[in-house]
């Protein structure tokens, strides 16, 4: 059975460094997503991607963040200069369409030290 | 604004026993309801969605507009259900869900 598969499974970075989050969705899937969870808290928004652009994003997905789909398979998820409070798994998912299901990958751990 | 609340952090019951998680959500228009679940050491996974109204692994869930509630039913529980269960909306002409914070259900044997 297909499915969406992130690397690496758990970063440690420092304060200020860039990290990028890799995300292989499924392959005939449009809609791309990728949301966090701090820990002991819900899962939120962070953006959704098709058609190569950003097609809505949160209040979370600010200038440090950037996504891009470099090639036919992967997702990435960029932090440009990371926050202690950037440390959250960090879920991507993918989906045929707008009003199908979203298939989520197993996460990365991020943590910021 | 948007949101969804689950209020059990955490609800144990023994095998056999009816399980009904607790979801509530705020939405002015028609939202879109959604269950997921989390087994151990598993990803994200759906389980059941409300313009479904399906039953999946014997769970339903029936949106009450009146109540906006969208409570996850099983008149059985088993002990293969201790997960995870995620609520979630998704609000019209958006792709975004929108979660709540989860309950963790535990079955005993």
């Known amino acids: 059975e297909p499915e969406v598969t992130q690397t690496p499974s758990h970063q440690v970075t420092q304060m200020g460094q860039e990290v990028i989050l890799r995300c292989v969705p499924i392959s005939n899937h449009l809609y791309f997503y990728w949301y966090r969870q701090i820990l002991g808290q819900k899962v939120e928004f962070l953006v959704s991607f098709y058609n190569n652009e950003i097609s809505e994003k949160s209040e979370i997905f600010d200038d440090q963040f950037s996504v891009e789909r470099p090639d036919g398979s992967n997702f990435t998820l960029k932090i440009r200069s990371t926050k202690l409070e950037d440390s959250a798994m960090y879920f991507c998912?993918?989906?045929?369409?707008?009003?199908?299901?979203?298939?989520f990958g197993q996460g990365t751990r991020l943590t910021v030290v | 604004a948007q949101r969804v609340t689950q209020p059990e952090k955490l609800l144990s019951v023994f095998k056999g026993a009816p399980v009904e998680l607790k979801c509530n959500y705020s939405y002015s228009g028609s939202p879109e309801l959604f269950w997921y679940v989390q087994y151990s050491r598993q990803r994200l996974q759906l389980l059941l969605r409300h313009i479904s109204r399906e039953s999946i692994k014997g769970f339903t869930a029936d949106l009450n507009k009146g109540e906006t509630s969208f409570h996850l039913k099983k008149p059985f529980a088993q002990e293969e259900d201790s997960a995870m269960y995620y609520c979630?909306?998704?609000?019209?002409?958006?792709?975004?869900?929108?979660f709540g914070t989860g309950t963790r259900l535990q079955v005993f044997p």
């Open positions: 979630a909306l998704k609000a019209i002409n958006t792709d975004k869900l929108i």
């Open positions: 998912a993918s989906s045929t369409g707008v009003n199908t299901e979203a298939f």
